[in-house]
């Protein structure tokens, strides 16, 4: 297969009115700028391109992100957080909507899609946060297992009491959108 493959800044591609369709999945919430992101990617597609993708919504992990946020709030863990920024943004569909729309999209679509995840137990659930979830919190304890131990045991704690026990509260956020047929 001759497909290139090129590794790139999605608010600098380099590319410019090149591509029909632009699909993305669970990437654009870790893009901070929106506005940015979505100018970005409305400058590659060609008249009538469009934009097919979903990432983490507005509600998106709530529930665990509260604990998290007070977890590192918390006198044993404040220091270690000190300066902290989160890696997510996670936007409600009308946000999208409206900076999709001033980067220049035509027709626009955008919904919210409630995605609750259950894990089977405990270890499944601490793998799966430790690994896929909180990978930017967890480098903070780099040179710190104990803590890092705690602070995960903290968290499987508080979901070991949930009504719904070990799940994940995920919100997709949904966007089709087009460029119009016509780009000045």
């Avoid at 699909?23 to 992101?37: G, I, P, R, Y």
């Avoid at 604990?67 to 936007?91: E, I, K, M, Q």
């Avoid at 894990?119 to 297992?145: C, H, K, N």
């Amino acid at each position: 297969d001759d497909t290139p493959v090129v590794a790139a800044d999605l608010l600098a591609m380099p590319y410019r009115r090149a591509f029909d369709v632009l699909f993305s999945t669970a990437t654009f919430h870790w893009v901070l700028d929106s506005e940015a992101l979505y100018r970005s990617i409305a400058g590659v597609l060609r008249p009538g391109g469009r934009l097919h993708a979903q990432c983490g919504g507005a509600g998106n992990l709530a529930r665990l992100y509260a604990r998290v946020h007070a977890l590192t709030a918390a006198p044993n863990y404040a220091a270690r957080f000190a300066g902290w920024s989160d890696p997510w943004v996670f936007l409600s569909a009308e946000e999208s909507e409206r900076h999709l729309r001033a980067a220049g999209f035509a027709r626009v679509r955008t919904w919210l899609e409630p995605e609750p995840t259950p894990f089977q137990d405990r270890d499944s659930y601490r793998v799966f946060i430790e690994r896929v979830v909180l990978g930017a919190w967890m480098a903070r304890f780099t040179g710190a297992p104990g803590e890092a131990s705690a602070f995960l045991d903290t968290l499987c704690d508080a979901a070991a009491n949930d009504d719904q026990r070990f799940h994940l509260d995920y919100v997709r956020l949904n966007i089709e959108a087009s460029m119009p047929q016509e780009v000045a």
